[in-house]
């Protein structure tokens, strides 16, 4: 059996609680590969993922309880078709991209058994100091060595959550199985955010289950407790209806694989260190993705006006079954295009009134600073009817972040000509 190592030397303490311990003047080196798949259950229809590999290299650094962690030649795959014939491909761009900031060396405080501060240089971005939070959130352990069942509230990803443990030894195979469950509808303070209409009520019901766990094997060595194995598995189920097969899911796996220690250290940049937080996940800000299917974009304003078209053509007399599809493309087109792109696209076909129709609908679901501005001027210099106004520009108040940007395009006096002019209506 394939032995999937954490390759955490850890001590026992008076305390009855693990923690870890790496050796001063050692890299510790691994492989590590997480993978994330949303989509609905069934065979035959379409998923849309990302897989993210490395090998993952940590050290102690010079200041006591704090350790420095490292990605080495990250690779980035994703996932946008039928599952589950279709196969991952290899996100190049994607990859070069962000191989700057994937590389980055980050800095956390650990104490206790508890990942205490994450701390970064001001490069790195909210979404790829996630993807550390992720492989930190494996080292969140209260082990008590005289209880072999127990529950706690635990700090994590997801916030303060319910954990439930379960320890069993195996003396023959000299194994320590540790099993750690979630249930992420029961956290004291859960991380989460409401995106879309906020102008509706919220349900009443449980439309969404969570829950996580992790298997470890650990065996005792002469210095401590080694973590041997460590397999992380998500499941987020989200169905607000009673559907007859099945609730849409997102489902995550991490795997890390011990390769070797080695004589070094691991170097941290000649910067400052910023204290970004704990091992909360935090939503990052670098762009509007809806989490439905990956889209390939060689020529926005291209594609823009090949995804308009199909809307227009194939939904006349009825709706097309790709439609729901389509409209998200062209959704995360326009929050991708240039505001040059845009305002062509509407100078364009402005006049046709079936694409004028989805350009409009369309709009509001942006949620960007620039569709409500962009929407905005279009009323006040006359190329709006007021019926349009009352629908996609009120629309777009609801989906664009509640900021101070948003706050001053909201509030200019001229606002009162459109509830004058719809009072009058």
């Known amino acids: 059996m394939r032995v999937f190592v954490l390759a955490l030397t850890v001590a026992l303490v008076a305390s009855s609680q693990i923690s870890f311990e790496f050796v001063p003047g050692k890299i510790y080196e691994y492989e590590y590969e997480t993978e994330l798949m949303g989509g609905l259950p069934e065979e035959g229809l379409a998923r849309a993922g990302v897989k993210v590999h490395s090998r993952v290299q940590i050290s102690k650094d010079a200041t006591p309880q704090t350790f420095i962690l490292k990605l080495v030649d990250p690779k980035i795959f994703e996932y946008s078709g039928i599952w589950p014939k279709d196969r991952f491909t290899p996100a190049t761009q994607l990859t070069s991209?962000?191989?700057?900031?994937?590389?980055?060396?980050?800095?956390?405080?650990?104490?206790?058994?508890?990942?205490?501060?994450?701390?970064?240089?001001?490069?790195?971005?909210?979404?790829?100091?996630?993807?550390?939070?992720?492989?930190?959130?494996?080292?969140?352990?209260?082990?008590?060595?005289?209880?072999?069942?127990?529950?706690?509230?635990?700090?994590?990803?997801?916030?303060?959550?319910?954990?439930?443990?379960?320890?069993?030894?195996?003396?023959?195979?000299?194994?320590i199985f540790l099993s750690k469950s979630k249930d992420l509808n029961q956290c004291q303070s859960k991380i989460f955010k409401d995106m879309g209409m906020s102008h509706l009520e919220k349900c009443s019901g449980k439309a969404m289950k969570t829950a996580s766990g992790i298997n470890y094997i650990m065996k005792e060595t002469p210095i401590?407790?080694?973590?041997?194995?460590?397999?992380?598995?998500?499941?987020?189920?989200?169905?607000?209806?009673?559907?007859?097969?099945?609730?849409?899911?997102?489902?995550?796996?991490?795997?890390?694989?011990?390769?070797?220690v080695k004589?070094?250290?691991?170097?941290?940049?000649?910067?400052?260190?910023?204290?970004?937080?704990?091992?909360?996940?935090?939503?990052?800000?670098?762009?509007?993705?809806?989490?439905?299917?990956l889209l390939r974009i060689s020529n926005v304003e291209a594609q823009m006006v090949e995804t308009l078209n199909?809307?227009?053509?194939?939904?006349?007399?009825?709706?097309?079954?790709?439609?729901?599809?389509?409209?998200?493309?062209?959704?995360?087109?326009?929050?991708?295009?240039?505001?040059?792109?845009?305002?062509d696209l509407w100078q364009r076909f402005k006049t046709r009134p079936d694409h004028r129709h989805w350009i409009l609908n369309a709009f509001p679901a942006m949620g960007t600073h620039f569709a409500l501005k962009f929407l905005k001027e279009k009323f006040f210099a006359d190329e709006l009817t007021v019926f349009e106004a009352a629908s996609s520009l009120m629309m777009s108040l609801h989906s664009v972040p509640v900021d101070e940007a948003s706050m001053k395009l909201a509030e200019a006096s001229r606002w009162r000509r459109l509830s004058g002019t719809s009072a009058a209506r």
Do not use: W
């Not at 009825?318 to 240039?338: G, S």
């Open 97 to 175: 991209a962000l191989a700057a900031q994937l590389m980055t060396p980050i800095k956390f405080e650990y104490a206790s058994g508890a990942v205490r501060k994450v701390l970064a240089p001001a490069g790195v971005s909210s979404t790829v100091l996630n993807i550390y939070r992720g492989i930190l959130n494996i080292f969140q352990l209260n082990i008590k060595n005289t209880l072999n069942v127990y529950e706690l509230q635990e700090a994590g990803v997801h916030g303060m959550c319910k954990t439930h443990y379960v320890l069993r030894q195996d003396q023959k195979a000299e194994r």
């Open 224 to 260: 401590g407790t080694q973590i041997m194995e460590a397999i992380v598995t998500e499941l987020i189920e989200y169905s607000p209806f009673n559907i007859l097969k099945g609730a849409a899911q997102m489902e995550s796996k991490q795997n890390l694989t011990f390769l070797e």
């Open 310 to 343: 199909h809307l227009v053509t194939y939904n006349v007399a009825k709706v097309h079954e790709d439609a729901p599809l389509k409209f998200i493309e062209f959704i995360q087109l326009l929050r991708v295009a240039k505001p040059e792109n845009i305002e």
């Open 263 to 293: 004589s070094g250290h691991v170097e941290p940049l000649r910067v400052d260190y910023l204290h970004r937080g704990d091992l909360q996940y935090e939503f990052g800000s670098e762009l509007l993705q809806s989490p439905i299917q």
